[in-house]
T-cell receptor
Framework: AQSVTQLDSQVPVFEEAPVELRCNYS??????LFWYVQYPNQGLQLLLK??????LVKGINGFEAEFNKSQTSFHLRKPSVHISDTAEYFC??????????FGKGTMLLVSP | NAGVTQTPKFRVLKTGQSMTLLCAQD?????MYWYRQDPGMGLRLIHY???????AKGEVPDGYNVSRLKKQNFLLGLESAAPSQTSVYFC??????????????????FGPGTRLTVT
């Protein structure tokens, strides 16, 4: 079965520090990958997506992710985080007929 | 555009009661989805629909039924609620998956969620 693994359930960082949230997916013929963000008590919002082309994908709020086919990874990065980036982040992989498989989420906790 | 809306926002049920959650979208999306979110479990797909009048089972369909009588609405029903169905439920919608990346971004647009507690 297709799966998405987010290696860290929680990542604490200080404000203005860099951060990387890790995601690995199970290999498949077609690879469409997404990162979503969920702020407290809200729905999910798309941060960025990889469909094809450049392996470095830029998203909103200064986030970027790199697709690595050989390592089946799609890690999310930001060079300098803000308090307002505190949220839960979900990696997702499109499988089947337009359905997504989500990872279990990584809680990013930014402190002053 | 309101996007994806969900009704109600909160609900408390007693075991054995029934209820229907309503999802509505005004983006003319063909596809709609119902997920549940539980701590440490991420989002799990309950049911989805690829068009009016069609539905399909997702990863965790047991105990739920759905209907898509109108393109813009997707209803999730619990016939006999159980405490294990205590969760936050999210609806989402997306464009047609026609295999053309230029025409379809595969992005799913999410509603704000419904927090359901079954006692």
């Amino acid at each position: 079965a297709q799966s998405v693994t987010q290696l860290d359930s929680q990542v604490p960082v200080f404000e203005e520090a860099p951060v990387e949230l890790r995601c690995n997916y199970s290999s498949s013929v077609s690879v469409y990958l997404f990162w979503y963000v969920q702020y407290p008590n809200q729905g999910l919002q798309l941060l960025l997506k990889y469909l094809s082309g450049s392996t470095l994908v830029k998203g909103i709020n200064g986030f970027e992710a790199e697709f690595n086919k050989s390592q089946t990874s799609f890690h999310l990065r930001k060079p300098s985080v803000h308090i307002s980036d505190t949220a839960e982040y979900f990696c997702a992989h499109k499988v089947g007929y337009s359905t997504l498989t989500f990872g279990k989420g990584t809680m990013l906790l930014v402190s002053p | 555009n309101a996007g994806v809306t969900q009704t109600p926002k909160f609900r408390v049920l007693k075991t054995g009661q029934s209820m229907t959650l309503l999802c509505a979208q005004d983006m003319n999306h063909e596809y709609m989805y119902w997920y549940r979110q539980d701590p440490g479990m991420g989002l799990r797909l309950i049911h989805y629909s690829v068009g009016e009048g069609t539905t399909a089972k997702g990863e965790v369909p047991d105990g739920y039924n759905v209907s898509r009588l109108k393109k813009q609405n997707f209803l999730l029903g619990l016939e006999s609620a159980a405490p294990s169905q205590t969760s936050v439920y999210f609806c989402a919608s997306s464009y047609v998956d026609d295999g053309l990346a230029a025409a379809s971004s595969y992005e799913q647009y999410f509603g704000p969620g419904t927090r359901l507690t079954v006692t």
